[in-house]
């Protein structure tokens, strides 16, 4: 790297660094989490507006591949946090429930995601059976991080139904990454045969491996294990992100904690350069009457999927009508979750621009109608009593 390549890579981090702060800000000041304004920071850099001559003129070609390479790092970073913040005995606790839940959130919006897929294929250079599968699997999965992030902001993971939201998107993402892990390695490559061998080591041996040393020494085995997870992933014909996630899932319950906190940091720092670098690939500029029409039927579907889904799951369950809605609401928080996986589905070659393009909009249309559905559903006087009953029940013997 020359020094001019050096200084633009510099100023880049800084100006990416910077907006996507000051979008942030903003728009937890519209009651939305922090996150929707970095993935918008990203948007707006891209081709979307001027033709592109803004990502042109700031971020030159010269210098998107180290920007790629941090953005890499910090999505990989970002799956290890997922993977640390599944509570597996939370997912048990809540029992019958979680799975009719889960089953309603996957099951309605995959299946009408697939009908989708079959309309959208005829207007798309996709198609095939990985595609349908794929578009079904967007449409099912919930931001299970963002989630939990709404559910603090407001008060709310105390409560049943944001203790009930929290298990059922864990355990929602797991069979959707789960999913999109088989759709990703459907091209096979003999490595496959390595992943069951793989996936034992990671659960017998790397938890001791990760109790190996204190403070900074522990921080560099951690991240050693997240890097080189990918990495064995990625070779297998899987896709990095899921070795970065095991990794976290079999971290000892105890390092948890100081895992997080070690990490966490890190990759806040570096995701909002995977949003600058994901937002290269969208745009929505000119979308035309047709455009407009298969977004506005892929929110419907996603809205409207998960929410069915959810809240049918729910009374079956015998939630209240409040309580059942409140919980479809939180389910369609897509987020950062989403965009993961339509940038694997843009990288292997199962999502045209234009559709990613029209994808991204969904994600974000979706976690930003949750504050306002929330505030219909569960307005913060509910919200204050639920948590005051729940504490005076907690406290019976």
């Not at 001019?4 to 000041?29: E, S, Y």
């Not at 997922?82 to 019958?96: F, K, W």
């Not at 595609?131 to 931001?143: D, E, I, W």
């Not at 035309?288 to 419907?300: H, M, Y």
Request: hydrophobic share 55%; proline share 4%; net charge positive.
């Amino acid at each position: 790297m020359n020094s001019h390549n050096a200084m633009v890579l510099l100023l880049d981090l800084a100006l990416i660094l910077a907006f996507g702060q000051v979008l942030g800000m903003l728009a937890r000041r519209l009651d939305q989490p922090a996150v929707i304004g970095e993935i918008v920071a990203g948007v707006l850099v891209g081709p979307t507006l001027f033709d592109g001559r803004i990502a042109a003129t700031l971020f030159p070609t010269e210098v998107r591949p180290m920007l790629s390479a941090l953005a890499t790092i910090g999505v990989a970073l970002f799956m290890f946090l997922v993977g640390l913040e599944l509570d597996r005995r939370a997912v048990l606790a809540q029992g019958r429930v979680v799975v009719l839940v889960s089953a309603g959130s996957l099951l309605v919006p995959f299946g009408l995601g697939v009908v989708l897929a079959l309309w959208l294929g005829q207007s798309h250079p996709v198609s095939g059976v990985r595609f349908v599968l794929f578009m079904g699997t967007a449409m099912a999965v919930t931001a299970f991080p963002v989630l939990a992030r709404i559910l603090v902001d407001r008060g709310m993971d105390r409560l049943r139904v944001g203790r009930l939201a929290l298990a059922s998107a864990a355990v929602g993402d797991v069979v959707a990454w789960i999913l999109l892990a088989a759709i990703v390695a459907s091209g096979g490559t003999w490595q496959l045969v390595l992943v069951v061998p793989y996936v034992v080591i990671m659960v017998t041996v790397v938890p001791r491996l990760l109790r190996h040393g204190t403070g900074p020494r522990r921080l560099a085995v951690i991240l050693v294990g997240v890097l080189l997870s990918g990495g064995l992933t990625e070779w297998m014909g899987l896709h990095f992100i899921f070795g970065a996630f095991l990794l976290g899932v079999v971290v000892p319950r105890d390092l948890r904690t100081e895992a997080g906190t070690r990490i966490g940091p890190l990759a806040t720092l570096l995701l909002p350069v995977y949003f600058v670098v994901a937002g290269f690939q969208v745009n929505l500029a000119g979308l035309g009457a047709t455009g407009l029409t298969e977004l506005g039927l892929i929110i419907l579907v996603a809205v409207g999927g998960k929410f069915a889904g959810v809240y049918t799951a729910a009374r079956v369950s015998r939630l209240d009508a409040r309580s059942a809605a409140t919980l479809a609401t939180l389910m369609n928080t897509r987020g950062l979750t989403e965009l993961v996986l339509l940038t694997i589905g843009l990288q292997v070659g199962l999502l045209d621009i234009g559709l990613y393009s029209l994808m991204v909009a969904m994600a974000v249309f979706t976690t930003v109608l949750s504050g306002p559905l929330l505030r219909v559903f569960s307005p913060a006087s509910r919200i204050q009593h639920d948590v005051t009953e729940t504490q005076l029940t907690e406290r019976l013997p």
